[in-house]
């Protein structure tokens, strides 16, 4: 898409890569810049487009390029995985961008400071590195590939002890009476993909069984071939929505859909060729690995009058999306936004999940400011919170307010009030002051969402019920 972008506005772009490849500037503050940039593009030029797809592991393989001797690739589920089997101490959260990115370069950098005092490590990569390699100085390259090793690998146990080739069927049982009987926190879900012409859940009796193999007709193993091996008995199967439409819809006036779903809804499997033999599960922490619902009904919006709304959690980005299709365009749901929407309350609480709030001054010009900021945040937030914040403290970011936490309320005026308490402080200067926030509040079954950000005025609630 940055290519698209760059053909069209060549200048625009180009401004964009030199204001992020500025050293003078903070490094989180620049990419969190590029990818506004990226998305203001998106809204102008290419609306018809599911995604501007410049995220912060986009941005951070752009700095890597451009500087290989000191920054990493950023990726949320795989940083994730290396704190948590090595016992780092670092957080990540969903959501949590500026904050999940600062811990990753701060994890690689410990592993970075380790593996340069194995000289073994390091005679080992000079003998097989070639004239047309990068030399790696700073063994950042080899750092990320030995944190992939980490990530995928280290401390885990052999997935199956089936040989390649053994035909080891894999039998799901659709019983709705004894589902609804058990334990919730004992299931697993998941999202089954295939063709209704070799079959379909319309066509099986309840408690009828589908036999499946962990490996095909050649003796490979079935794709996401770990998923087969975690999948239960009694665990629930769901098929495809988009392949029910494809039966369906063609015999239907008119319809509509109303689907709720725990999980990724963006994996829709359909390639050339495909027999349908293969079945496709993806489970919640699945990566994104192709089109889905709302990349397939943006490419009919022109030709057809609907309305879609979607809001979902994609664990691939960490990212949190709100959606709208309507008359044909696709709106940006969160720039409707006012502040009429901190009054509106509902039969459900505002639910939201990591917050993150910022502001930045020159701290020795103003000493006293930064600690009113932080004992406001110390007695208004959910205390449960304050030790997010704390810790981020510690590491010496002063200028994060709220990191990565959890504020549910009945009223968003809860949270304004909290905010005005910072704005008595930071109005004084707000000339001299650059500030934001990051995260939402959200009542799903309301379509009603969330943001605060800095305005004019100080910080603000703003929303909007789309």
């Known amino acids: ?10 200048e625009e772009v180009r401004a964009m890569f030199l204001a992020l490849y500025d050293e003078s500037e903070d490094v989180y503050k620049r990419i969190a810049s590029f990818k506004e940039n990226a998305k203001k593009l998106h809204l102008q030029y290419r609306k018809d487009a599911v995604s501007h797809f410049q995220d912060e592991n986009t941005i951070s393989i752009y700095l890597w390029l451009r500087y290989p001797d000191k920054y990493y690739i950023y990726k949320f589920g795989e940083s994730k995985r290396i704190a948590e089997k090595l016992e780092f101490n670092y957080i990540f959260k969903k959501g949590a961008y500026t904050i999940n990115v600062q811990n990753c370069y701060r994890l690689y950098k410990e592993i970075n400071k380790e593996i340069k005092k194995d000289l073994e490590l390091k005679e080992l990569l000079e003998n097989h590195i070639t004239e047309t390699c990068y030399s790696d100085p700073e063994l ?38 004894n589902v609804t009987n058990m334990d919730i926190g004992d299931l697993h879900y998941w999202w089954l993909n295939a063709n209704p012409k070799i079959w379909s859940f319309s066509n099986i009796d309840v408690g009828e069984v589908q036999d499946y193999t962990l490996y095909n007709a050649n003796g490979n193993k079935r794709r996401v071939f ?14 495809s929505l988009i392949y029910a439409i494809f039966e369906q819809l063609p015999n239907a006036n008119s ?13 829709y499997f359909n390639e050339e060729n495909d027999d349908g033999s293969r079945m496709n599960m993806i489970k919640k922490d699945a990566v994104w690995t192709g089109a889905g619902m709302l990349d397939t009904l943006a490419q009919y919006k022109r030709r057809n009058s609907f309305e879609y709304k979607l809001a979902i959690f994609y664990p691939d980005s960490g990212e949190f999306k709100y959606e709208k ?7 940006d749901v969160l720039s409707n936004g006012s502040e009429d929407i901190i009054n509106k309350t509902f039969d459900e609480d505002w639910w939201s999940y990591n917050l993150n709030l910022w502001t930045d001054f020159d701290f020795e010009k103003y000493p006293d400011t930064i600690e009113k900021l932080h004992n406001i945040v110390r007695n208004t937030i959910p205390e449960s919170e304050v030790s997010y914040c704390e810790s981020t403290w510690e590491y010496g970011d002063m200028n994060v307010l709220c990191s990565g936490i959890q504020w549910n309320c009945s009223s968003l005026s809860e949270i304004q009030d909290f905010l005005d308490q910072l704005n008595k402080v930071l109005l004084p200067i707000k000339d001299e ?34």
């Open 1 to 10: 898409m940055i290519v698209e972008f760059a053909k069209i506005v060549p």
């Open 255 to 267: 319809f509509r859909i109303d689907c709720k779903c725990e999980g990724v809804l963006r994996e």
């Open 226 to 239: 770990q998923n087969f091996l975690d999948a239960k008995v009694g665990d629930i199967v769901m098929e």
């Open 325 to 331: 299709i309507i008359n044909g365009k696709e709106i």
């Open 140 to 177: 950042i390259t080899l750092t990320l590939n030995i944190g992939f090793f980490i990530s995928r690998y280290y401390g885990e146990q052999s997935e199956s002890n089936s040989k390649k080739g053994e035909n080891i069927p894999e039998k799901h049982i659709v019983n709705p009476d």
């Open 433 to 466: 002051v650059n500030a934001g926030g990051e995260g939402t509040w959200e009542v799903k079954n309301e379509f009603a969402v969330a943001t605060w950000e800095w305005t004019d005025q100080g910080f603000k609630v703003k929303g909007c019920l789309y």
